[in-house]
């Protein structure tokens, strides 16, 4: 069982629609992060959070650490949206390296 | 705004072939890091770097080796490639510390034929 798990794989929405991507850990973590690629692009990053919840444009992330679960969701959703949704959890207690451990990512399809 | 660079976007070269993938960052971070990433898979950590000539093997090390003679650039080597390390590979970069973001490269698709 992989230690970061994400849901769902894969997601199709209609232009508008509310998005979740969900994202579930089984270790202690000092950080969560969300990252979004586009397809043949880099990563940037989205979030980083250890604690409640933030929030930046249409965009708002949000983690429990008692649950070990984060979500991530996205408000009006737009075609632009589309790409690949990463969660990726450092590791309690991890050391200075920063090493990450990540999610196999949720491939969203946002249709006009 | 921090940059980390890598060589090529697209690579394709033949079994058996050396393979040098090079990264370089702008913001003096300490730590450097290469990944493959493959579909269902996500991201799986090579090797990374905390200092100049150091290295750590990630999780799988096998059939790649990394250099680092200077704090901005890392490479990535596979001194013999192989059809399963037909991959995207990605760099990234971080400060040293709890919880500092890490930086990535834009990737290079390599396929080995």
């Known amino acids: 069982k992989n230690e970061v798990e994400q849901s769902p794989q894969n997601l199709t929405a209609q232009e508008g629609e509310f998005i979740t991507i969900n994202c579930s850990y089984s270790v202690g973590i000092s950080a969560l992060h969300w990252l979004q690629q586009h397809p043949g692009g880099g990563i940037v990053s989205l979030f980083m959070?250890?604690?409640g919840k933030k929030k930046h444009g249409r965009l708002i992330a949000t983690i429990n650490i008692q649950e070990k679960h984060s979500s991530l969701h996205i408000t009006a959703s737009h075609p632009r949206d589309s790409a690949v949704y990463i969660c990726?959890?450092?590791?309690?207690?991890?050391?200075?390296?920063?090493?990450?451990?990540f999610g196999t990512g949720t491939l969203l399809a946002v249709q006009p | 705004d921090v940059k980390v660079t890598q060589s090529s976007r697209y690579l394709v070269k033949r079994t058996g072939e050396k393979v040098f993938l090079e990264c370089v960052q702008d913001?003096?971070?300490?730590?450097m890091f290469w990944y493959r990433q493959d579909p269902g898979l996500g991201l799986r950590l090579i090797y990374f770097?905390?200092?100049?000539?150091?290295?750590e093997k990630g999780d799988i090390p096998e059939g790649y080796s990394v250099s680092r003679e200077k704090k901005e650039r890392f490479s990535l080597i596979l001194e013999s490639a192989s059809t399963n390390q037909t991959s995207m590979y990605l760099c990234?970069?971080?400060?040293?510390?709890?919880?500092?973001?890490?930086?990535f490269g834009p990737g290079t698709r390599l396929t080995v034929t």
């Open positions: 990726a959890v450092r590791s309690y207690p991890g050391g200075a390296t920063n090493k990450l451990i």
């Open positions: 959070l250890s604690s």
């Open positions: 770097s905390y200092d100049v000539k150091m290295k």
């Open positions: 990234a970069s971080s400060l040293t510390g709890s919880a500092k973001e890490q930086y």
């Open positions: 913001m003096d971070h300490e730590n």
